[in-house]
């Protein structure tokens, strides 16, 4: 039996003819695909071009954003315990303090009143992470960077489609980041995009984002001539090349019916498995669009029978690919290392992170691929 791949991204025959016409153009860095894809993205996110700029990854994402918000170095900065590495080293990086506020047991996400308690003098921002799609409460933590006057930048590398309230995440804050990773909702094999609602902001995130250029490659060797350029800061190695941005294209443009596919076999999974002692995904709030990038189950041993890990390691026998979203940030040496942080100062992030597990859940699966899942995970449950 073929191994069912963890977040097998669906790629069609419009991306490999569009990888092959950059291949055979001999433009394989950042040039015209890439502009395209920008300006697709800000068409479907209701933004002008001029509000986004296109990147390597959703880490270079939030290192750039911070660094061109002026964040004052050393200054803090409140986000999730529950999240990807990423989030927290991307704060480090930019030369800020991470301060970890926990997350509500039931959406998973940062918890406001948890941010509010962990606001010092000293703090400067607020990176929410949208976690498996779900969208934050973007009222409520907008109204506490207003109140103490932070900046936002929001961590949407799971949920490129999600919205609050009919707005889509990513637009509430100062800056919203996303990702094309291999396993996104929209991927590009590596790549993220930076949205900001300053152009001036954006502006100085490009220049930061190729060496702190005046001018992209595709400016300085198009067809319109040789362009001089001008190091105007000292940038990073984070631009998106044209082979990448080929399948960002025809990607976006099956976004939504690939949502609707993750939709559907979210619900599927919801019903097969009603009856089990599992934790289930709460159900997305009535006012909210969710992403469903990740379909995470709770396996508590008192309630199940079994280890979360001997979980996992059933599901591998099953030729069954799973994830773990996330073991909580302080569970790293280094962070405890670092910051002298211990799991248990977060304890409903240590909670979630010591039980969930990513089942598959990708546009590329068939309902045979689904029907292999279900009866795994019902099979490992019944002993």
């Given amino acids: 039996m073929p191994f069912l791949v963890f977040g097998a991204p669906r ?8 990888v092959e016409a950059c291949l055979r153009s001999g433009w394989l860095g950042t040039g015209p695909k890439v502009a395209r894809f920008e300006h697709d993205f800000a068409l479907w996110r209701g933004v002008r071009p001029s509000q986004v700029a296109a990147v390597n990854s959703c880490t270079a994402a939030l290192h750039v954003s911070m660094v061109a918000a002026n964040l004052e170095p050393g200054g803090e900065v409140v986000t999730t315990p529950l999240t990807f590495c990423a989030t927290v080293n991307a704060i480090l990086h930019a030369g800020l303090r991470p301060v970890l506020a926990d997350v509500d047991p039931t959406t998973q996400n940062i918890d406001p009143d948890a941010i509010e308690a962990a606001i010092t003098p000293r703090t400067r921002a607020i990176v929410p992470v949208h976690f498996a799609g779900r969208p934050c409460a973007m009222d409520r933590i907008m109204a506490i960077a207003d109140k103490h006057g932070l900046a936002v930048i929001e961590d949407c590398a799971h949920a490129v489609e999600s919205e609050f309230r009919g707005q889509p995440v ?77 399948i960002g294209i025809h990607q976006l443009a099956r976004v939504e019916a690939n949502w609707e596919r993750r939709r559907q076999l979210w619900q ?58 996330y073991l909580a940030v302080p569970e790293h040496p280094y962070y405890q290392q670092q910051f002298g942080w211990r799991p248990e100062q977060w304890s409903i992030a240590m909670k979630l992170g010591r039980q969930t597990v990513s089942l598959p859940l990708s546009p590329a699966m068939s309902d045979n691929d689904a029907d292999r899942v279900i009866a795994a995970v019902r099979k490992i449950l019944a002993g």
């Fill in 268 to 325: 599927r999974y919801d019903e097969a498995f009603a009856d089990l002692p599992l934790g289930l995904p709460a159900s997305p709030e009535s006012d909210t669009r969710h992403g469903y990038h990740l379909y995470t189950v709770m396996v508590d041993a008192a309630r199940c029978g079994v280890e979360r890990d001997a979980f996992l390691e059933a599901m591998n026998r099953q030729r069954i690919g799973t994830g773990v979203h």
């Fill in 11 to 18: 790629i069609e025959e419009a991306e490999i003819a569009e």
């Fill in 170 to 246: 990513g637009t509430f804050g100062d800056f919203g980041c996303f990702s094309f990773y291999v396993t996104k909702n929209v991927v590009t094999g590596e790549g993220g995009m930076i949205l900001g609602r300053d152009e001036e902001h954006i502006a100085r995130a490009r220049i930061l984002a190729l060496h702190g250029m005046s001018k992209d490659a595709w400016h300085r060797f198009s067809d319109e001539g040789y362009r001089h350029y001008q190091v105007v800061e000292c940038g990073f190695k984070y631009n998106m090349m044209d082979i990448q941005a080929a």
